[in-house]
């Protein structure tokens, strides 16, 4: 359940309501907005909430009927804000989830330094702000390239270094978080992991920003529970990421659900953004859903681009050429400002 304090509730208040949940075998989550503070109470014992709504300073007392508390509206009404700050290697800052749509692009796999340094250069010439790119690659052939690991992620760091952008890449288990965190802003947990709860845990001691990749065959319920595993362990610094369903269509590599957009709005405070390049599998039909997505409420876009991609070491067919990638830009900028939107 959540508990709504009044504008005026002061902080010995607020702490006897978190007493009182506490002892009653809650774990209190406390988000305080602009206007009042809200506490989420998650676990616990079942309890009358009407006792809690005659506590002094309480305004009201909402019962969540679905399974995910944390990353629902009742628990936090306003638009959740992840700020990465700026630092002597990224340049200046970056918000995720506001008025500006923030954009990721990069090669999928970082194959080698020259590689990774010229596709850097060019899609931050275009305006992206982030650098994408795959140092660990689970694929689904034990003989496909599987990257380069620590040295993939130095690469990575070097070449948002020299071009003040930020850094992010995927982890495939727990056991590589602590080295990671030394080179990436941003920690992406992709499709196949999920719903690997042991890495999601882990991630929520974590205090950098959290990119959840929606599943392969998981419904909107399935993913925010996801997202409720990392906000569970003290880290609400999550951003949802729509990939592409597997449906009986076989013509695209995925089915891009972009109508899962404005239904996470709905349901969910937390920033969602769109990767067309996986949602597609097709060079061609990335850009028309690139803009689709943009229309529909993304707060951001992945895209993968190749200056290469015929001889790319992975998912070349679905990576955009460098001038395909600053015309697509240019056309974000000009559809932007039509739906109250920013695109840099």
């Known amino acids: 359940m959540v508990v709504v304090m009044c504008r005026e509730a002061d902080e010995a208040q607020i702490a006897k309501v978190i007493e009182r ?14 206007e009042r ?19 002094e300073g309480v305004a009201e007392v909402v019962r969540i009927t679905q399974p995910f ?17 700026s630092n002597s290697r990224n340049g200046s800052g970056l918000v995720i989830g506001r008025k500006e749509v923030m954009i990721m692009a990069g090669p999928c796999s970082v194959e080698n330094r020259e590689q990774v340094l010229t596709i850097a250069g060019k899609v931050r010439a275009a305006g992206a702000r982030v650098l994408r790119g795959g140092a660990f690659k689970p694929r ?11 040295e993939g992620l130095r690469y990575l760091r070097e070449a948002a270094d020299a071009n003040k952008m930020l850094v992010i890449s995927e982890v495939m288990d727990q056991t590589q978080i602590p080295m990671m965190l030394d080179y990436v802003d941003i920690l992406q947990v992709g499709a196949r992991n999920m719903q690997n709860y042991t890495l999601l845990k882990q991630l929520g001691q974590v205090r950098k920003p959290v990119m ?10 399935e993913w925010l529970l996801s997202a409720e595993y990392i906000m569970t362990g003290g880290n609400h610094e999550v951003i949802l990421c729509e990939r592409g369903i597997r449906t009986f ?31 597609t599998g097709r060079r061609d039909k990335v850009i028309p859903m690139a803009r689709a997505a943009l229309a529909a409420g993304a707060d951001g876009l992945m895209l993968e681009v190749h200056h290469d991609p015929d001889h790319a070491l992975s ?13 697509l830009m240019g056309e974000l900028r000009r559809m932007a400002p039509v739906i109250g939107r920013v695109v840099y």
């Open 315 to 327: 998912d070349g067919a679905q990576s955009l050429f460098p001038e395909q990638f600053t015309t």
């Open 249 to 279: 269509e076989n013509l695209t590599r995925n089915t891009l659900d972009l109508l899962a957009v404005p239904v996470v709005h709905s349901l969910s405070h937390l920033p969602i953004v769109v990767d067309p390049s996986h949602g």
């Open 140 to 150: 689904t052939s034990p003989y496909s390239f599987q990257g380069l690991g620590e």
């Open 37 to 55: 503070t809200v506490l989420g109470a998650v676990g616990g014992k079942i309890v009358d909430h009407r006792s809690y709504e005659l506590l």
């Open 21 to 34: 949940l506490t002892e009653q075998g809650f774990d209190v989550h406390r988000s305080t907005g602009v």
């Open 69 to 85: 508390k944390l990353s629902h509206r009742s628990f936090k009404p306003e638009e959740t804000t992840i700020i990465v700050p």
């Open 212 to 221: 959840l990749k929606r599943g392969m065959a998981a419904t909107i319920e």
